[in-house]
């Protein structure tokens, strides 16, 4: 039920951000037992790279604390959709918080919006949706396959974000969004590998006096059969773009500051006398000066998809 | 964005968003003698009362002057139905072109009305398509350049005498394009990309208390925590900003229902942090807390509306609507009284943009978030969140520490003609991010 607004226990049920470092950390839940492949019910141990936690332990503990493992410790977090998309069982690829803002921000959703997604995927841009769009708004999604949006409905339950949201196995590119919807929407969200097929369904489902309209796609060629499709259903104000997100790795670095003036002079009598090279360097201990680095990690993520986003204007008949 | 899919209409004091093809601009539509200036054209906003937001107008020449750069042109606006807008290419039903450019050159000769004809031609026809057709009559060249480069000098041609404008409702996503590409300087840089983050990285909803401190956004950063808040819900955002006033220009322009406006408690950092930690001394009516104020640097005072909002030169009066004089206490007392207990019952996370030093803030206001929320703090310079990473890092008050920027790229997407925007912006600003620890 963490999901839902800012708590500031943990409760049993809840899900926990296990939080180790900046590369390793793990949504948990908080129950005592759970049940393992052979049937049984046994305690809820968790393994990490810093040793066991005993679940159960956790239960009732103020969120932003640390816990003992058996060979380290951890922070345990309250869930956000940022760290959520960063944990996450992936049973698809998803998208991530960069791109998700660009999308949420073009799609204005806020409290009392009511927006339509397709595919559901892993959710991971659902609770997004949710986050901004409840305590008054709703979100309907689609997905076309039976087991994920069984899970993904399962999992909003579980979250505690049942009220605002309603899963769809559907496949909307040739049934498009049920009938119910039509006119229904502020905003309408696809991520398909054809999204021109659900364009016009999209322009069904917004309401009468307009909307906002995104689709996400890897490839160029999807926006181009999108775009064209959203221009002849007479969308506007039609933009593609991309978002990429680089991060700055911020470090401490002692560097030696060598002196290379002395080699102008010439030697003087007691050094040539006593030394060869690499003694007279290590008479003059090397300088040391700290600066506060910044520098971009080797591998960034070069290409995610092409956002489109086009608004249907007001009062375009739908017949 | 309506919630309940009807447009309200254009009433007098709204902030309205004006766009003439790509071009937009916010508005106040103060009295019915408001007028707008586009470029040369002075619009009479006028008959825009009452009519539904989204409507398309039709600018009508109703007088010209010879002004210093140029004929100014004053207009009145009528409503128009969007069928009269159609594609020029249509209207002039166009069809030859040429292969290649190998048979145009650069002479000058290419058009055979002059300026002067041009401009009797602008006065005598309301239409652009009208113009446009007679330029193209008159073009030498038109039907032996490609259809690309036909399509271009119409679309060129379009943009100089298009006569339509259409009325908006003001968004955040309408405002920041307009605000960031006047003078990204006085939104402290913000862009897009980065606002959208700040807005998600801040986790701001309808749950919970949030707190923000900016140094100057024309209120861009309080309207967009604010529209995220949303209407009728619970979330409550307390706004600190250092100057006697704070800047609301985006806010207002939102028009939010009074309930929301309520939640959103601005404050001025240095007099409510001083109530904060001494305020249960001084009884609250007492007029000696406001001499006591006035000895601190940038405190809101008596004199509200005389003071110099940063933004603006001149005072907005009815930004600062106080209650009575010497009745009871004043607004900006009030509203400190009203942070104070929010501060006390402490907050679901901090967002900072500030033109000041981001540590000593933090060092103040990171102790008023609870554990396990995030924080995020905006600078147009990395060299600043650097210092403040390092900072918070060896606190060890937060974690999950991150220092972000970001790429922004648009495509223009058209059939064999698809590459990224010949410009693009530089600058996205940096974001450090990271959840507060117990």
Known sequence: MSFLKPKTHIEQGDIVILYLSVNSMHAIEAVPTIVNKKGETIQHIFQTNYGSLKVESIIGVEYGSRVELSKGWANVLQPTPELWTQTLPHRTQIIYTPDISMILHQLEVRPGAVVIESGTGSGSLSHYFLRALKPTGHLHTFDFHEARADQARDEFKRHGLAAFVTVYHRDVCNLGFSSELDGAADAVFLDLPAPDLAVPHAFKALKLSGGRFCSFSPCIEQSQRCIQELTKLGFNEICSMEVLQQESVIKTRSLPVIDLEFLKLPKTNETTAQTTPSAEESKTPKELKKYLTSSNPQTLPGHTGFLTFATLPPNIPKA | ?438
């Open chain 2, 1 to 438: 964005m309506s919630t309940d899919g009807t447009t309200p209409n254009i009433q007098l004091g709204d902030y309205i968003v004006i766009q003439r093809q790509k071009y937009t601009k916010l508005q106040k539509f103060g009295s019915l003698d408001t007028t707008s200036t586009l470029g040369k054209e002075t619009l009479e906003l006028k008959s825009l009362l009452d009519q539904p937001y989204g409507s398309t107008f039709k600018m009508c020449v109703k007088e010209t002057k010879t002004g210093k750069r140029g004929a100014q042109r004053q207009h009145t606006l009528e409503l128009c139905s969007d069928t009269e807008l159609r594609s020029t290419r249509e209207v002039l039903g166009i069809s030859s072109s040429g292969a290649d450019n190998r048979d145009i050159c650069d002479n000058g000769e290419a058009q055979a009305l002059k300026s002067s004809d041009i401009e009797q031609l602008r006065e005598a026809c309301n239409e652009s398509s009208k113009i446009i057709e007679k330029l193209v009559e008159n073009s030498k060249t038109f039907h032996t350049r490609t259809e690309y480069s036909q399509e271009k000098y119409l679309l060129k041609k379009e943009k100089k005498y298009f006569e339509f404008v259409q009325i908006r409702q003001p968004t955040i996503r309408l405002m920041v394009d307009i605000f960031y590409r006047q003078d990204a300087e006085k939104i402290m840089g913000i862009r897009v990309d980065t606002l959208s983050q700040i807005i998600s990285y801040s986790g701001v909803c309808g749950f919970g208390s949030y707190l923000l401190y900016e140094s100057g956004t024309n209120g861009l950063l309080p309207a967009a925590m604010m529209n995220s808040i949303g209407a009728g819900t619970e979330g409550t955002l307390v706004h600190m900003h250092p100057g006697n006033v704070p800047q609301k220009q985006a806010l207002l322009a939102l028009k939010l229902p009074l309930e929301q406006q309520k939640r959103c408690v601005s404050v001025n950092l240095y007099s409510v942090l001083r109530e904060f930690y001494q305020g249960n001394v001084a009884p609250s009516i007492d007029p000696t807390e406001v001499e006591a104020e006035e000895t601190l640097p940038e405190t809101p005072n008596e004199e509200q509306p005389e003071a110099v909002e940063p933004s603006t030169k001149k005072p907005k009066l009815d930004e600062a609507p106080l209650s009575g004089n010497n009745k009871g206490p004043l607004r900006w007392q009030i509203e400190n009284k009203r942070a104070s207990a929010l501060m006390h019952g402490k907050f679901d996370s901090l967002v900072v943009a500030a033109k000041e030093h981001p540590s000593s803030i933090l060092q103040a206001l990171l102790p008023l978030v609870r554990p396990s929320r995030p924080v995020v703090v905006f600078s147009t310079c990395k060299e600043l969140l650097q210092e403040t990473y390092m900072e918070l890092k060896t606190s060890g008050k937060v974690t999950a520490l991150h220092v972000t920027s970001n790429w922004l790229r648009t495509y223009q997407i058209l059939p064999n003609r698809t590459h990224p925007e010949v410009n693009m912006s530089g600058n996205s600003g940096y974001l450090l991010t990271g959840f507060t620890l117990k």
